[in-house]
């Protein structure tokens, strides 16, 4: 019963108690190890993950072989390509492990089966998907139209931890910024507030 | 004068790799039994056994990363270890020099192998621990103590049987070069074969050698190979160890706190409160500048 994703089921998507079990009969997890990928482009994605413990990234590469980094997932996030998982499309990205990951597995019949057996669940599944359109529309935003400095403000507001767990080109990606100008935002930052 | 007797003897963990540098066995906090609480002060022990490293033109290390709430102490053996921090601190240590450094209110700091060394390639062979500070001092100002092997003080064995390099604490009414926020006994035994010194430490001191270097005999009972950690008990006071062939041992005894420690990554808190506040003033660059 304390697993983290049950626990999230119950603390945050509101999931009653005798329901629980019948949710958790319908997942599987994953161990997987960094450098690990969960999905390649060009493949359809047949699954969404929960991370328990971890970090993933979701990213496309283009011709010139460089990443774009689009979503990182660390605890208590889902990742999946969503656009591929629900109309069964080749996808146009990948998904790999940036640290040892512990992963609850499910895939789109979970998602039909656990909002007929839990309203709340149901709820809860829209509720994470306007609130994905809404990051995605932010974040559409912030790239078209804001300073280095703002995006990375709202980074670190979104991912507070993940400037500790990942290099700072992984960063530079997400803000698509290239790492030099996200050194340059970082040292700004530090002339401002180290006192 | 009661006897200390030995809780454990802990085996080298398979190696990984701390950024691309430093291959190290980690004994504290994830070796059974030995987790923060129970070495109390000593909260993390990397231990990198001797390792030959071929020659790279491009230094290997670690990159900018930060600290907050302990002291980071780098024990070279082999090798050597060039290091940059935010307080403009740095430096380079190598054979029987350590690094001494208070990460206190918080620091950014990098550490790579010396660039000579790296090009030569060679034996790299080091011990880093954390010592945690006590709540009172953990937000007080950085500050970095270079130690090098000549200001170490040392106090020779009798009878030829080696020498003891006290680098924090005292041993036999010799005090240690470091200085440090609560009670800490810090030491490198060097003994030649058969060489024997008895240590003694409050009964409540958390305690534990590693062999660095030979094999040796703890408490004329326990025959300890190269690379293994002792773990002491937190009962009695004195232990001996004898060196079977010629060997160095790295011995540590401190006062536990005894305070809560909330842990994440590089920064070490009473509080969990403190950790988020530790995270975001990294984030907001409250650690200063440091180039990569």
Same mark, same amino acid.
């Given at each position: 019963?304390?697993?983290?994703?049950?626990?999230?089921?119950?603390?945050?998507?509101?999931?009653?108690?005798?329901?629980?079990?019948?949710?958790?009969?319908?997942?599987?997890?994953?161990?997987?190890?960094?450098?690990?990928?969960?999905?390649?482009?060009?493949?359809?994605?047949?699954?969404?993950?929960?991370?328990?413990?971890?970090?993933?990234?979701?990213?496309?590469?283009?011709?010139?072989?460089?990443?774009?980094?689009?979503?990182?997932?660390?605890?208590?996030?889902?990742?999946?390509?969503?656009?591929?998982?629900?109309?069964?499309?080749?996808?146009?990205?990948?998904?790999?492990?940036?640290?040892?990951?512990?992963?609850?597995?499910?895939? =789109?019949?979970? @998602?039909?089966?656990?909002?007929?057996? %839990? +309203? $709340?669940? *149901?709820?809860?599944?829209?509720?994470? &998907?306007?609130?994905?359109?809404?990051?995605? =529309?932010?974040? @559409?935003?912030?790239?078209?139209?804001? %300073? +280095? $400095?703002? *995006?990375?403000?709202?980074?670190?507001? &979104?991912?507070?931890?993940?400037?500790?767990?990942?290099?700072?080109?992984?960063?530079?990606?997400?803000?698509?910024?290239?790492?030099?100008?996200?050194?340059?935002?970082?040292?700004?930052?530090?002339?401002?507030?180290?006192? | 004068?009661?006897?200390?007797?030995?809780?454990?003897?802990?085996?080298?963990?398979?190696?990984?790799?701390?950024?691309?540098?430093?291959?190290?066995?980690?004994?504290?906090?994830?070796?059974?039994?030995?987790?923060?609480?129970?070495?109390?002060?000593?909260?993390?022990?990397?231990?990198?056994?001797?390792?030959?490293?071929?020659?790279?033109?491009?230094?290997?290390?670690?990159?900018?990363?930060?600290?907050?709430?302990?002291?980071?102490?780098?024990?070279?053996?082999?090798?050597?270890?060039?290091?940059?921090?935010?307080?403009?601190?740095?430096?380079?240590?190598?054979?029987?020099?350590?690094?001494?450094?208070?990460?206190?209110?918080?620091?950014?700091?990098?550490?790579?192998?010396?660039?000579?060394?790296?090009?030569?390639?060679?034996?790299?062979?080091?011990?880093?621990?954390?010592?945690?500070?006590?709540?009172?001092?953990?937000?007080?100002?950085?500050?970095?103590?270079?130690?090098?092997?000549?200001?170490?003080?040392?106090?020779?064995?009798?009878?030829?049987?080696?020498?003891?390099?006290?680098?924090?604490?005292?041993?036999?009414?010799?005090?240690?070069?470091?200085?440090?926020?609560?009670?800490?006994?810090?030491?490198?035994?060097?003994?030649?074969?058969?060489?024997?010194?008895?240590?003694?430490?409050?009964?409540?001191?958390?305690?534990?050698?590693?062999?660095?270097?030979?094999?040796?005999?703890?408490?004329?009972?326990?025959?300890?190979?190269?690379?293994?950690?002792?773990?002491?008990?937190?009962?009695?006071?004195?232990?001996?160890?004898?060196?079977?062939?010629?060997?160095?041992?790295?011995?540590?005894?401190?006062?536990?706190?005894?305070?809560?420690?909330?842990?994440?990554?590089?920064?070490?808190?009473?509080?969990?409160?403190?950790?988020?506040?530790?995270?975001?003033?990294?984030?907001?660059?409250?650690?200063?500048?440091?180039?990569?």
């Amino acid at each position: 019963m304390d697993s983290p994703f049950l626990k999230y089921l119950s603390q945050t998507v509101h999931v009653k108690q005798e329901h629980l079990p019948l949710l958790d009969e319908l997942i599987s997890r994953r161990q997987l190890k960094k450098n690990d990928v969960l999905l390649t482009a060009g493949q359809v994605c047949k699954h969404m993950f929960f991370v328990e413990e971890g970090l993933l990234r979701l990213f496309s590469t283009d011709e010139n072989g460089k990443e774009h980094i689009v979503q990182f997932a660390s605890e208590n996030w889902f990742m999946s390509e969503r656009g591929s998982l629900y109309f069964g499309t080749p996808s146009e990205f990948s998904i790999d492990v940036l640290e040892d990951s512990q992963l609850v597995v499910f895939d =789109q019949e979970f @998602i039909e089966k656990a909002s007929s057996i %839990s +309203a $709340e669940f *149901r709820t809860y599944n829209e509720y994470l &998907l306007q609130n994905h359109i809404r990051h995605l =529309q932010k974040r @559409i935003n912030l790239l078209i139209g804001a %300073s +280095a $400095e703002q *995006r990375y403000i709202e980074f670190i507001n &979104l991912y507070a931890d993940l400037t500790l767990r990942i290099p700072q080109w992984m960063i530079a990606s997400y803000l698509g910024i290239t790492p030099e100008s996200l050194s340059r935002v970082r040292k700004g930052l530090s002339r401002q507030n180290f006192k | 004068m009661k006897t200390r007797n030995i809780e454990l003897v802990v085996p080298p963990r398979t190696p990984h790799f701390v950024g691309d540098g430093f291959r190290v066995h980690n004994f504290i906090p994830s070796a059974y039994r030995m987790d923060m609480k129970r070495m109390d002060p000593f909260i993390m022990l990397d231990y990198n056994s001797k390792f030959h490293l071929p020659p790279s033109d491009k230094p290997r290390g670690v990159s900018v990363h930060p600290h907050r709430g302990f002291e980071t102490v780098t024990i070279a053996y082999k090798g050597k270890v060039a290091h940059h921090d935010s307080s403009g601190g740095g430096g380079v240590i190598g054979e029987g020099d350590v690094q001494w450094m208070t990460a206190a209110s918080g620091v950014l700091h990098k550490e790579y192998h010396e660039e000579n060394f790296s090009k030569a390639g060679g034996d790299f062979q080091m011990v880093q621990l954390w010592v945690n500070l006590p709540s009172k001092d953990k937000m007080s100002t950085p500050k970095y103590q270079g130690i090098s092997n000549e200001q170490i003080s040392k106090y020779y064995l009798p009878d030829n049987a080696g020498l003891i390099e006290i680098i924090a604490g005292e041993f036999q009414g010799q005090k240690g070069a470091a200085s440090t926020f609560s009670p800490v006994n810090m030491m490198n035994a060097k003994l030649e074969k058969g060489g024997q010194a008895t240590f003694s430490f409050p009964s409540h001191f958390s305690t534990g050698v590693l062999v660095i270097e030979g094999s040796v005999l703890v408490n004329e009972v326990e025959n300890v190979p190269t690379d293994h950690f002792v773990l002491l008990e937190n009962e009695g006071t004195d232990f001996t160890i004898q060196a079977i062939e010629k060997a160095i041992v790295l011995v540590l005894s401190g006062e536990p706190l005894n305070e809560p420690i909330a842990a994440h990554g590089p920064f070490v808190m009473n509080s969990h409160q403190e950790i988020i506040q530790a995270i975001d003033d990294f984030n907001q660059g409250k650690f200063g500048y440091l180039e990569e």
